[in-house]
Nanobody
């Protein structure tokens, strides 16, 4: 089970830190991704991290502003979001797949959290 938290309402230019906590003890074996879904739009990839945490990748929209990280001792993955824009408004989901490397394809992930709402006002 995955539980996201940290969403909320923030003004443009502000920051939020999302957390994704897993109850599965083998979470550290899996790659993790963050996706987001805006109203009326498809769910899209935001960032991914390998199981070791050494390698990360980002969507172009997130590069330079967002940072994904993980603490395997706490079974938690984070998404630090800075310089937020109104177009970042969406429900943010974390997900993992039983492989070491993340992918930007949502259909290649098996487990999803319930999502956390991020709203950025202009």
């Amino acid at each position: 089970q995955l539980v996201e938290s940290g969403g909320g309402l923030v003004q443009a230019g502000g920051s939020l830190r999302l957390s994704c906590a897993a109850t599965r003890r083998t979470f550290s074996n899996y790659a993790v991704g963050w996706f987001r879904q805006a109203p009326g739009k498809e769910r899209v990839f935001v960032a991914g991290i390998t199981r070791s945490g050494v390698t990360t990748n980002y969507a172009d929209s997130a590069k330079g502003r967002f940072t994904i990280s993980r603490d395997n001792d706490k079974n938690t993955v984070y998404l630090q979001m800075n310089s937020l824009k109104p177009e970042d408004t969406a429900v943010y989901y974390c997900t993992y797949r039983p492989l070491p490397i993340p992918t930007p394809r949502s259909d290649e992930y098996y487990y999803w959290g319930q999502g956390t709402q991020v709203t950025v006002s202009s």
